[in-house]
DNA sequence: GAGTGGTCTAGACCACGAG
DNA sequence: TCGTGGTCTAGACCACTCA
């Protein structure tokens, strides 16, 4: 006996999933919804919620909720997102000095000037990723964007979480939608690090591509 | 200002961390950590949920709440786990014939027999992960594990999702805990597809971690 | 100001686990 | 049988968006 929350989520993905409710629309008003559900409005919001997780929909504040755009997948490959057609993107530079876990990710001292990078893209108008890029003030470049000569080599650490809720808000997902977190960072020949990054790409939007050759050496060896 | 539920959460976080609630500790009932907190049961049953996407908690109908055991991450790297130290492993091998996505994913003609490896880790009796690779027959090696000469170029695709209902039962875990879905495809220097393999880790459990070399022709580039 | 979603309450009833 | 978590109700009040 499925729940009655699975069964309105279920009628809802069918709907959208049939094309009665188009990519961009507006749902009814929730207490509209209930009603025609006949259950009442926290057990509506429930089925909304899942549909919020599977990326379905789209919840805002005072606007209603709305079915989104088909998920066109990116793919996140050595640092850039494709494609890039039709992805707008917003930058805002801060300058602060290193404090926290930032000291051991950059591998500098405490206080040490930085300049911060908070990129964040839109498709079509809806939040897609963020991302807080940190290099030290010296090395900043003149002009964005940053892969620069000099680079040795990038270890990228993945992992999947839910967004804290600040990560939620600004991309505008549910609290339980799994993202992607990638946390970057680059060093030069020195071994010195010119730039960290924090990625956070929302699952249901983005993949990460690694590609590896494997190089005579490596492919002898036994496990 | 925070929600009554993050605030809740953020205490029972600290709680956990502070070891005032210990790992396979259960929790006071809902209803009275309800009274304690001074708020309604959803309002705090929706704490808990949030503590439950995290992998901080387990729910057990008619039990209770209980803390988890700390995790202990393991790192991917390139293929294997680290560390391996008192990791248990079970293969289960299968022989089958590709369909569905192993055709794509093999680049194989419908119904070339394949041999099917389904690993399960454990770790302190508790599933950790699980990957499912597969070899076409004719690949398969005399003796396991298969890191083999002739691999040119591994394709890593990650992506962050809640596991299906049958990974969330065999790795016992939230059906609302993040995993990292890594899909590998390894190609001999022919392009030829050697194997294949779909891995699921529990994205409190484990990282991955993706390390590149930057040629100098690379370093040149701009954009 | 009107309409929307966001949060929260104070209950009720059901389903599961263990003694 | 008892205590647990799981689901649901019928409201209330607040915060946000837009005219």
Excluded at 109 to 114: A, F, G, H, V
Aim: with cysteine; charged share 25%.
């Amino acid at each position: 006996m499925p729940s009655l929350r699975d069964a309105i989520a279920d009628d809802l993905r069918a709907q959208i999933a049939a094309g009665h409710l188009e990519a961009g629309a507006r749902l009814p008003s929730e207490p509209r919804l209930a009603a025609q559900y006949k259950v009442s409005t926290p057990t509506l919001r429930n089925a909304l919620s899942l549909l919020q997780a599977e990326g379905l929909i789209e919840k805002i504040h005072g606007k209603g909720n709305f079915v989104r755009h088909p998920l066109r997948r990116l793919t996140y490959t050595g640092g850039l997102l494709t494609p890039d057609t039709d992805l707008y993107v917003t930058i805002r530079t801060t300058n602060l000095r290193a404090r926290g876990d930032l000291i051991p990710l950059l591998k500098v001292p405490s206080r040490t000037p930085l300049t911060e990078f908070l990129y964040l893209t839109h498709q079509r108008e809806s939040p897609h990723s963020l991302a807080r890029i940190y290099v030290p003030q010296d090395l900043v470049p003149a002009k964005l964007p940053w892969r620069r000569p000099g680079w040795a080599e990038t270890q990228e650490t993945v992992t999947a979480r839910v967004p804290t809720p600040e990560e939620a808000s600004t991309l505008r997902i549910s609290s339980t939608l799994a993202v992607l977190a990638i946390t970057r960072v680059s060093c030069d020949t020195t071994g010195r690090v010119v730039e960290a990054a924090r990625l956070v790409l929302p699952g249901d939007r983005a993949n990460a591509l690694f590609i590896s050759h494997h190089t005579t050496e490596e492919r002898g060896t036994e496990e």
